[in-house]
């Protein structure tokens, strides 16, 4: 097992990386203040792992939410459902949420935590790749409008991270996928000799081989945990993780919450990031093309919703959180390993960019992987 | 004009305290950060000080929600509708809202602007003697849900208050005396001095006269702000701030949010715990007496709600956030001005005290003010 901090002060918290760890009592216990304890999971993931979760967890007072699956409920009604039930059974200030899901469910649950009588504890158990390697590090939290993504939230950081690679073996191809996303991410942004060994090593990634998977994740959540450290709040540096994400965010949004997953929006978006980083001169064509391998031979989308124009995309954009006084800003590429946040890009290389990636039917998402 | 300081390290913020300082633009325009405003205030309040707000901020981007007046709206529901005119009108990370009206539209604001892509900035420009003297001070958010008060929150800390004495004006008896308990809370729990003096001048704040209610509240505001400076979180003694309000919660929720005033169910229950207090032997009868002179000065009821039984009181107290691991907590008086919490008290005192404190028809709260 690997164990990894994130240095916030009094809110450092440590990420456990490891084999049959779910239901560790010595790794969960020492972070559960009270005798109350909630875990919130949902339909897909309660039949796998709900029942080894509980077992850790015999001697408290645990009551379960199960939500239903899928980015599209990630909404302020189904917190409102958390809240019900953490009142109706009387839990107090000293209670203990569990996120045990993706990503979905840690950003609904951490954002239950950060307000539940102004704020109790949470741990996360990701049981994605992409929560693994992301969501459940860096105590961003928070729910969908349908105006945008993740307009609604607080950052509240987790008492710890315990990511079980076993939970893998049960996840599709597809969500398998959507997380090497964003393992690419750390690459492409700051970690160049991670992009290299991801080009000789994907598809070990692909076939879920235990130490690749140990390897990647402990190296993204390295990056990340350096990240939020020193830039928690997103004054700064922290912005560089959201590489792709204007783009992405816009293709979820614009698609209905869940026809992409996170995972696959964000593989196009850091493509038309990069992409429009090399029509501005500033990323080379053969580094794009590198770029674009490695999303393909992981099976990622490197084309944009067909039903979405470019005035459409344009409009979804603007109202991203990272539109700052109402101009765009994006995370762009200097090189692989190398980048930075703009508002200076031309607005015709933007245009040209949105008229030229190829469309893609979103039904084929799902083809793709199988 | 008064200036006081919450003293939060690098989120201090001042208290401006004065008459016709509304409007200032040089109190208001160094806390906005951005060049969007929004303005959130409620059907009572707009007609009477939303035109003078709007016009200290001719240079911004200016929207405005109008809330319904009502402590039951302060739901999760109308918190949605303030993210909604956000995003509808593209507002970003750098937007300030600013809440002009009582406690109500204060608590709901800074909620909303606690969560709004992750927190924004808040101005408090409180409106009701309440708020100015409690509500506004110290960022507790939140709002209510069905099963309790303040139980969906943040603590999200205003960037200034600004309290102009001049709308206690158009504010009516009720509300008035509503704040005055507030005040008189101060005096219990820390100030003796001070209570005295509200003993020697009630009459002047019933009356409202400007100098006694700016010593009044400048003196309630040091109390408040050198409380959360030392407590921000209520780890401890800010707790003590809570004297009155497991029963007064109670009150509030078993009568249906807005039938009694905070402050009504605030002074019945600092006087239920004065007289539990008294029970215990902790106070004098006589102290006890004058508590209760002082409150009926006020105009301030020193019943319960006839309709809730003492099983029903006892029921609804068992979902307060003061409850601690199932257990019942309670501010009580050492003295006036000695306050201390306790979860060590005779069950059978409790008992007793509900089944003896005389019961109030929630319609006689309106007329006694008339």
Request: with cysteine.
């Amino acid at each position: 097992m690997n164990t990894l901090t994130v240095a916030l002060g009094d809110r450092s918290y440590p990420i456990h990386i490891g084999s049959r760890i779910l239901a560790d009592q010595q790794l969960l216990i020492p972070h559960i203040k009270g005798n109350q304890v909630l875990i919130v999971t949902n339909e897909t993931v309660a039949p796998l792992y709900l029942e080894k979760a509980q077992s850790a967890l015999g001697n408290f007072e645990t009551e379960t939410v199960i939500l239903p699956d899928g980015e599209k409920y990630k909404t302020l009604e189904i917190t409102r459902r958390i809240f019900t039930h953490l009142l109706e059974k009387h839990f107090n200030r000293t209670a203990t949420l569990i996120a045990l899901g993706g990503g979905v469910v840690g950003d609904i649950t951490g954002f239950a935590a950060a307000c539940y009588q102004r704020g109790v504890n949470f741990i996360q158990i990701p049981t994605t790749l992409l929560a693994q390697v992301d969501s459940s590090v860096g105590g961003k939290t928070g729910v969908n409008h349908p105006l945008g993504k993740n307009m609604i939230g607080a950052f509240h950081q987790p008492q710890c991270v315990i990511t079980d690679i076993d939970t893998l073996n049960t996840l599709d191809n597809r969500q398998l996928n959507a997380g090497i996303a964003e393992i690419i991410k750390y690459g492409l942004i700051r970690d160049y000799e991670f992009f290299e060994w991801l080009e000789d090593n994907i598809e070990k990634l692909i076939q879920r081989d235990k130490d690749a998977l140990i390897y990647a994740i402990n190296r993204s959540c390295m990056n990340k945990a350096e990240v939020v450290a020193a830039d928690e709040k997103e004054s700064g540096q922290r912005a560089l993780l959201n590489l792709g994400h204007t783009f992405g965010h816009a293709i979820e949004t614009g698609t209905g919450y869940g026809t992409w997953l996170h995972g696959e929006a964000i593989a196009s978006g850091m493509l038309m990031a990069a992409d429009l980083s090399a029509r501005h001169g500033w990323l080379s064509s053969h580094e794009l093309a590198r770029i674009k391998s490695i999303l393909l031979r992981a099976s990622l989308p490197t084309g944009t919703p067909a039903e979405l124009s470019a005035q459409q995309f344009l409009d979804l954009m603007s109202v991203d959180k990272k539109v700052l006084a109402g101009k765009l800003r994006f995370v762009l590429l200097k090189a692989i390993g190398k980048s930075f946040v703009t508002e200076e890009f031309e607005q015709s290389h933007l245009e040209e960019l949105l008229n030229e990636t190829p469309g893609i039917n979103s039904a084929d998402l799902k083809i793709r992987n199988d």
